[in-house]
């Protein structure tokens, strides 16, 4: 079976400082990666910590990017969270990687939703007899 959705986790080092602690333009940047991923933005929440820093949600139909910012060490965390094939998540992660001007960037996607739970479980050397939620929860 096809995974229910795709994850990708954006680790942004080296950074544009004074982008990073731009509430506007970050809000800015994460609603065009949606709008280039070909999403179907729902809403938007940013929040800025003073003196530094912003986190923030982009709600998409297909589910979520977030983004939290460490402007003090050049660093912003993303995540993009989609579900369907129609989505281009690539194209954001490019955007995003140019526009905050990260030197030093690295990209893991996780297919996510994978209904298979022998599987899931025998990765985690569970065995079929076990509730496999008593395992994992206690």
């Not at 297909?62 to 993009?80: G, K, L, N, Q, R």
């Not at 690539?90 to 209904?115: C, D, H, N, Q, W």
Request: net charge negative.
């Amino acid at each position: 079976m096809d995974p229910l959705g795709r994850h990708i986790l954006l680790e942004l080092e080296e950074c544009h400082f004074k982008i990073l602690n731009d509430l506007k333009k970050v809000e800015a940047v994460l609603l065009e990666a949606a709008r280039l991923a070909n999403a179907t933005i729902i809403e938007s929440r940013f929040h800025y910590f003073s003196p530094l820093g912003i986190s923030g949600v982009v709600v998409i139909a297909e589910s979520h990017f977030t983004i939290h910012t460490w402007p003090e060490f050049d660093y912003a965390a993303v995540d993009i969270f989609t579900c369907g094939k129609r989505l281009e998540p690539k194209l954001a992660t490019e955007y995003m990687i140019r526009t905050f001007g990260s030197k030093k960037p690295a990209v893991v996607a996780i297919e996510r939703g994978s209904l298979s739970t022998d599987e899931k479980f025998s990765q985690s050397n569970i065995s079929s007899e076990e509730d496999p939620r008593e395992q994992v929860f206690g």
